[in-house]
């Protein structure tokens, strides 16, 4: 199997969707969560690279940023961790690729601090 992976569902959707209601301080928390994870330059280019490509990615992100690769792999643990990406192993590796609901919550999230609230 290639490093490059076409299969765009390799990487199986999280067990818990985002989306839902979200009330009072947590909608802040949620965001300054993922705000967090992005708040690295190298994790900014990681997940812009998952975007462009929209496929799952295994090895070519180290070929692709100015980093070693036990950087780049910290780094994919933060943005997991905040599931803005997903990855699976495919041998001895781990593929990565978006998680497209995060990134629709993070927007929206992110929006509403730009709309006004009618409370």
Do not use: N, W
């Given at each position: 199997?290639?490093?490059?992976?076409?299969?765009?569902?390799?990487?199986?959707?999280?067990e818990?969707?985002?989306?839902?209601p979200?009330?009072?301080?947590?909608a802040?928390?949620e965001?300054a969560?993922?705000?967090?994870a992005?708040?690295?330059?190298?994790?900014v280019?990681?997940?812009?690279?998952?975007?462009?490509?929209?496929?799952?990615?295994?090895?070519?992100?180290?070929?692709?940023?100015?980093?070693?690769q036990?950087?780049v792999?910290?780094?994919?643990?933060k943005?997991?961790?905040a599931?803005?990406?997903?990855g699976?192993?495919d041998?001895?590796?781990?593929?990565y690729?978006?998680?497209?609901?995060?990134?629709?919550?993070?927007?929206?999230?992110?929006?509403?601090?730009l709309?006004p609230?009618?409370e």
């Amino acid at each position: 199997m290639s490093s490059k992976q076409s299969d765009k569902q390799c990487c199986p959707p999280a067990e818990d969707e985002f989306g839902g209601p979200v009330k009072g301080g947590e909608a802040e928390s949620e965001l300054a969560a993922m705000a967090q994870a992005l708040g690295h330059p190298i994790r900014v280019a990681i997940l812009r690279i998952l975007i462009e490509r929209q496929e799952c990615v295994c090895g070519e992100l180290v070929e692709e940023l100015p980093v070693a690769q036990s950087t780049v792999s910290q780094h994919l643990k933060k943005l997991k961790q905040a599931r803005l990406i997903r990855g699976t192993v495919d041998g001895p590796r781990v593929c990565y690729c978006i998680e497209p609901a995060a990134l629709q919550r993070f927007q929206q999230l992110f929006g509403a601090i730009l709309t006004p609230s009618e409370e």
